[in-house]
Every structure is written in structure tokens, then in C-alpha cells.
Nanobody, 115 residues
Framework: QVQLVESGGGLVQPGGSLRLSCLAS????????MGWYRQAPGKERELVAE???????NYADSAKGRFTISTDNAKKTVYLQMNSLKPEDTAVYYC?????????WGQGTQVTVSS
């Protein structure tokens, strides 16, 4: 079992920035994808950004150009740098890690963009 712990969420004004971090409890040797999802109240959980073990990234159209996903060299931590935040970005953000056998989810961290 792998535990994922997110941090970095909070309240920010429109146009502001946040960096989310997700720390895995251990190195996942068979990892293939790490990503960030978000879910707003009353809406389905959606992919925000993901990165493969080769470093190939994929972003939701709403995040492209504003958000950047990255990992450390050991693939133990995944980050989401969020710039130019909008009220529409308000949601609970979840870290997800997938290896050859399982998918693991963090508990979520709240991001609120409001004046």
C-alpha cells in the first residue's frame, strides 16, 4: 500500500499562484503515471494534469499555459504549480499515482480562488 499526502492548498485571490505537493510514502518502482485531478461540489472529478515516467505531460485545456506538473528525480513527489488562478479553479485537488498494478489516491487538498 502506498499513501499519498497532498499539501499546499489554501485560499488565494484571482491571479495568484499556489504550488501543490504530493509525497508518496515510498518509492514506487513500477510507476508509469502521476497526476492531479480536481473535483468541485456537484461536479465529476476531472483530470487537471498528468506526467508519465518519461516526462511526457498532458493538461486539461483549462489548465494549459497556467499550470505545470513536475516530479522529483526519485518520482516520490509530484508538484502542480498553478499560476494565474481563476475562481473556476476552486475545487478539491487530488493526487493520483498509477503503477503497473494499482492506482493510488491522496486525500485531497482544498484550493479556493476568491476575492
Amino acid at each position: 500500500q502506498v499513501q499519498l499526502v497532498e499539501s499546499g492548498g489554501g485560499l488565494v485571490q484571482p491571479g495568484g499562484s499556489l504550488r501543490l505537493s504530493c509525497l508518496a510514502s515510498r518509492i514506487i518502482f513500477s510507476i508509469d503515471v502521476m497526476g492531479w485531478y480536481r473535483q468541485a461540489p456537484g461536479k465529476e472529478r476531472e483530470l487537471v494534469a498528468e506526467i508519465t515516467t518519461r516526462g511526457v505531460t498532458n493538461y486539461a485545456d483549462s489548465a494549459k499555459g497556467r499550470f505545470t506538473i513536475s516530479t522529483d528525480n526519485a518520482k516520490k513527489t509530484v508538484y502542480l504549480q498553478m499560476n494565474s488562478l481563476k475562481p473556476e479553479d476552486t475545487a478539491v485537488y487530488y493526487c493520483k499515482v498509477r503503477d503497473l498494478y494499482d492506482a493510488y489516491w491522496g486525500q485531497g487538498t482544498q484550493v479556493t480562488v476568491s476575492s
